[in-house]
């Protein structure tokens, strides 16, 4: 069993900063892929980055590339997400998600533990 909590969320204006943390608990956390997924109000849960065990990272291009990182730290058992040029379109709850294999994967039901989320706002 691996618990997730996010931390790191707020209120940012259009072209600012915020760091997203996801503390893991668990003995596996360094074996897991890791995940970071948005929800907006009235609509699905969607993919932004992923990184593998080994530290392999994948994007939703479209909306993120280049403006988010995603990173790890298995000493810490920590997952970042660290998101430059906030616009007002990525405001969401921002989950994070661990999957038992080690490979990246975008599909949220790849996934099988979640922590409960961080609200992210951003102000135009």
């Known amino acids: 069993q691996v618990q997730l909590v996010e931390s790191g969320g707020g209120l940012v204006q259009a072209g600012g900063s915020l760091r997203l943390s996801c503390a893991a608990s668990g003995p596996t956390f360094r074996r897991n892929a890791m995940g970071w997924f948005r929800q907006a109000p009235g609509k699905e849960r969607e993919f932004v980055a992923a990184?593998?065990?080994?530290?392999?990272?994948?994007y939703d291009t479209y909306s993120v590339k280049g403006r988010f990182t995603i990173s790890r730290d298995n000493a810490r058992n920590t997952l970042y997400l660290q998101m430059n040029s906030l616009k007002p379109e990525d405001t969401a709850v921002y989950y994070c998600?661990?999957?038992?294999?080690?490979?990246?994967?975008?599909?949220?039901?790849?996934?099988?533990?979640w922590g409960p989320g961080t609200q992210v706002t951003v102000s135009s």
């Open positions: 990184i593998s065990s080994s530290g392999g990272s994948i």
């Open positions: 998600a661990a999957n038992k294999s080690p490979l990246a994967t975008r599909g949220a039901w790849e996934y099988d533990f």
